[in-house]
C-alpha cells in the first residue's frame, strides 16, 4: 500500500526527466494497445514482451509514488497524481496552471483511452479532471483539503480528440470548509461540464501544516 505518511523520494529534474519520458511511452502505449487491430499472435508476443519489460522496472521499487522537487509550489509536486503527474502513464496529463487571481486552468486533450458513451468522454474522467482543478483553487486559498462533496452538471457531452479547457476558482472558506466551482468546456467554448465541490481540511492536517 502506499500510504500518505510513507516518506517520499524527491525527484530532482535530471532524475525526473527520463521517467517522465518512460510514462509518455507507456501513455502511447495504452492508447495503442486500446486501438491496435493486430492478431492474436503478435497480441500474445507483444504481451510477453511488455511482461518482460515490466520486470525491469519491478527490479528496483519504491513504496510510494515519488515527489517532485518544484519551485515552491506543493500544488504539482505529485509527479504521479492519475490528472496532472508526468510520471503516471494513466494521467493525461493535465498541466494545470495557476494565475495571479487564483483561478486554475489548463488545456489539455482525451484521447479514446478515456471514451465513455461512444466517441465521448467518460464522465467519471472529466469528474476525475474537476476535482483536481477545484482542488488545487481551494488550495489556492491556504492549506487546502480532502474533497467532502463534488457535484456534477453534465450539460452536453464532452468530446474525444481535441482541446479542451479546465477551469476553477474556490468562492470562498468558511473555517476548515472551503468552497470552490468550475468548468470543462470544448474547443468551441461551450461549457460541457460544470461542478461545485467542497473541501474540509482535516484537523490533524492543520497541526502538522501550522
Ligand atoms: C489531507 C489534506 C490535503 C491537503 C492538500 C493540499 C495540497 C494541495 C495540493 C494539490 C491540490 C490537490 C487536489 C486534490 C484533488 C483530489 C482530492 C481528493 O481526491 S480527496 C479524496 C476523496 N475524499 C476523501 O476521501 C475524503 C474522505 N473524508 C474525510 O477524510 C473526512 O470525512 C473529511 C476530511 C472530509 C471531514 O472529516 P473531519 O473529521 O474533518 O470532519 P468533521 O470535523 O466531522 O466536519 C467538519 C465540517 O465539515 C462538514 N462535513 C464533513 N464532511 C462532509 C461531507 N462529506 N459533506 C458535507 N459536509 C461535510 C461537517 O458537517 C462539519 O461541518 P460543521 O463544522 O459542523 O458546520
Given at each position: 500500500m502506499s500510504g500518505a505518511m510513507t516518506e517520499r523520494h524527491m525527484l530532482g529534474e535530471d532524475e525526473a526527466a527520463p521517467l517522465a519520458g518512460l510514462a509518455a511511452r507507456v501513455r502511447a502505449l495504452t492508447e495503442a494497445a486500446v486501438l491496435t487491430g493486430v492478431g492474436a499472435d503478435e497480441a500474445r508476443a507483444v504481451a510477453d514482451e511488455i511482461a518482460a519489460l515490466t520486470e525491469r522496472l519491478r527490479a528496483v521499487r519504491r513504496d510510494a509514488p515519488p515527489f517532485l522537487v518544484t519551485?515552491?509550489?506543493?500544488?504539482?509536486?505529485?509527479?504521479?497524481?492519475?490528472?496532472?503527474?508526468?510520471?503516471?502513464?494513466?494521467?493525461?496529463?493535465v498541466d494545470l496552471d495557476v494565475t495571479a487571481d487564483g483561478i486554475v486552468r489548463a488545456e489539455f486533450t482525451l484521447s479514446?483511452?478515456?471514451?465513455?458513451p461512444p466517441s465521448y468522454v467518460h464522465g467519471g474522467m472529466s469528474a476525475m479532471v474537476l476535482d483536481q482543478a477545484l482542488g488545487m483553487a481551494a488550495a489556492q486559498t491556504g492549506v487546502g483539503g480532502m474533497t467532502a462533496t463534488l457535484e456534477l452538471r453534465y450539460r452536453r457531452p464532452t468530446p474525444l480528440g481535441v482541446p479542451l479547457t479546465v477551469e476553477a476558482k474556490a468562492s470562498r472558506v468558511e473555517g476548515r470548509k472551503i468552497y470552490a466551482s468550475g468548468t470543462i468546456a470544448g474547443p468551441d467554448g461551450r461549457v460541457t461540464v460544470e461542478a461545485t465541490a467542497m473541501f474540509v481540511t482535516p484537523q490533524h492536517f492543520l497541526v502538522h501544516e501550522r
Open positions: 519551485d515552491g509550489h506543493r500544488m504539482d509536486r505529485q509527479g504521479g497524481n492519475p490528472v496532472t503527474g508526468v510520471l503516471n502513464p494513466i494521467a493525461p496529463p479514446d483511452v478515456y471514451e465513455g
